[in-house]
């Protein structure tokens, strides 16, 4: 979509997904990266990742270019492993993002070409698919680690994000149902508009803010524990 005709719903809360996933990871940060026992609250990282997914599912029915922005999002979160890998290496930080939500994302948009032609019953029956399988694919734990895009493990597997294919494929899904129903005109559902705003304009640029945040997060919170004296 040009950027002039953006749903401006979609923008802002992909805005709001990434300010709370922004909060889960300086939690994250303070307790195992500086120690700094922190509480953490799993329901609002939870929430920022479900509402990036139905996103992800509902802007594919909106875009022509699936196989290219998917291709893009899991190059991009291929290189993120990459980093992660070589800053776990060097530091043992424990932040090694084998198959994160960038990873998942970016096959569900390639998957999504294909999937958003099917009819929504048929959508919606693949997807209590992928949610069934969730508990059996679970509690295997004896095949050792090479499906582990698919959630199948053993207990060594590692990744400080991690959103396998199943179930959260089915969350996308979803959401392609959803961009079905409510956005067949390509427009807003609504009569409104916020205008240009801070929140709207973190949604619009979610990937490349996902990709540098956590360097700065870091930074920042060295330097007020450094001032702090908790470190």
């Not at 303070?30 to 953490?40: A, E």
């Not at 929504?120 to 059996?136: D, G, Q």
């Not at 396998?164 to 979803?174: H, K, N, Q, T």
């Amino acid at each position: 979509m040009k950027k002039n005709n953006r749903i401006w719903e979609i923008d802002f809360l992909r805005g709001i997904a990434f300010i709370c996933m922004v909060y889960d990871h300086v939690v994250f940060d303070l307790n195992y990266i500086f120690g700094v026992n922190t509480i953490q609250l799993d329901f609002i990282g939870d929430f920022s990742a479900i509402i990036f997914m139905l996103l992800c599912g509902i802007s594919t029915t909106l875009s022509k270019n699936c196989l290219k922005r998917g291709a893009l999002v899991f190059g991009a979160a291929m290189l993120l492993t990459a980093v992660t890998f070589a800053v776990d290496m060097i530091f043992d930080t424990r932040l090694i993002i084998v198959f994160g939500i960038l990873h998942m994302l970016g096959i569900a948009m390639m998957l999504s070409y294909l999937v958003k032609k099917m009819p929504n019953i048929l959508i919606a029956a693949v997807s209590a698919v992928l949610f069934a399988l969730y508990i059996p694919f679970k509690n295997i734990r004896n095949m050792g680690n090479l499906l582990f895009a698919f959630g199948i493990h053993d207990a060594k597997f590692y990744s400080s994000d991690y959103y396998p294919l199943i179930p959260y494929l089915g969350v996308v899904f979803i959401g392609i149902i959803m961009g079905k129903l409510l956005y067949s005109d390509r427009k807003s559902i609504f009569s409104f508009s916020l205008g240009n705003n801070p929140v709207s304009f973190i949604g619009q640029h979610s990937l490349i803010l996902y990709l540098t945040h956590q360097p700065i997060v870091i930074a920042i919170l060295f330097i007020i524990l450094k001032i702090a004296g908790q470190i």
